[in-house]
Antibody, heavy 118, light 112 residues
Framework: EVQLVESGGGLVQPGRSMKLSCAASGFTFNNYDMAWVCQAPKKGLEWVATISYDGSSTYYRDSVKGRFTISRDNAKSTLYLQMDSLRSEDTATYYC????????????WGQGASVTVS | DVVMTQTPVSLSVSLGGQVSISCRSSQSLVHNNGNTYLSWYLQKPGQSPQLLIYKVSNRFSGISDRFSGSGSGTDLTLKISRVEPDDLGVYYCGQGTQYPYTFGAGTKLELK
């Protein structure tokens, strides 16, 4: 069974940093591109960042470029999101998602990690 | 950025009924390779989103044939027939044709 389990969320002050992790199991992690998607309270889904299967390519939405870093450790089957210079508007639940093709489409999602910047 | 506009914002349906959700994009979702990368997701109350449909009309593994996707270019539709209680929640369309990937604002399906 494919499982994605996020951790590392919580309350953080504006301007500080936080690092989210997403532990993957049930599939060959290093065969898949991965993504982070966020959802502000009572709002819709917003793509944050994508990383290629081998970590060689990364893509970010403009509002997080230069502040967030997506990375992965394929030996540990773990995806990361380093969030620096956090702002109140970054408050959201952050989901890690597996990308599949032809697409991409997000065919597996974690349970989410809540981040509150205040 | 490609703006995805979903209508309606909410829908009330009787069990066993049929509904359609529209998703219009501000630009064509046809990729250079000729494919259209439009997916549909359902977020049930208190849960993470789950994939229903990918590449306009392909049902994901385990998804009932009561769900069907159609459309082309900038005008896409999700139809749900014989609505069941487990279908309730918020439906999102999402495009993967170009960065940044974008989603519609969601359509909430409720019981009448």
């Amino acid at each position: 069974e494919v499982q994605l389990v996020e951790s590392g969320g919580g309350l953080v002050q504006p301007g500080r940093s936080m690092k989210l992790s997403c532990a993957a199991s049930g599939f060959t992690f290093n065969n898949y591109d991965m993504a982070w998607v966020c959802q502000a309270p009572k709002k819709g889904l917003e793509w944050v960042a994508t990383i290629s299967y081998d970590g060689s390519s990364t893509y970010y939405r403009d509002s997080v470029k230069g502040r967030f870093t997506i990375s992965r450790d394929n030996a540990k089957s773990t995806l990361y999101l380093q969030m620096d210079s956090l702002r109140s508007e970054d408050t959201a639940t952050y989901y890690c998602a597996r990308l599949n093709y032809p697409g991409p489409y997000m065919d597996a999602w974690g349970q989410g990690a809540s981040v509150t910047v205040s | 950025d490609v703006v995805m506009t979903q209508t309606p914002v909410s829908l009330s349906v009787s069990l066993g009924g049929q509904v359609s959700i529209s998703c219009r994009s501000s630009q064509s979702l046809v990729h250079n390779n000729g494919n259209t990368y439009l997916s549909w997701y359902l977020q049930k109350p208190g849960q993470s989103p789950q994939l229903l449909i990918y590449k306009v009309s392909n049902r994901f593994s385990g998804i009932s044939d009561r769900f069907s996707g159609s459309g082309s270019g900038t005008d896409l539709t999700l139809k749900i027939s014989r609505v069941e209680p487990d279908d309730l929640g918020v439906y999102y369309c999402g495009q993967g044709t170009q960065y940044p990937y974008t989603f519609g604002a969601g359509t909430k399906l409720e019981l009448k």
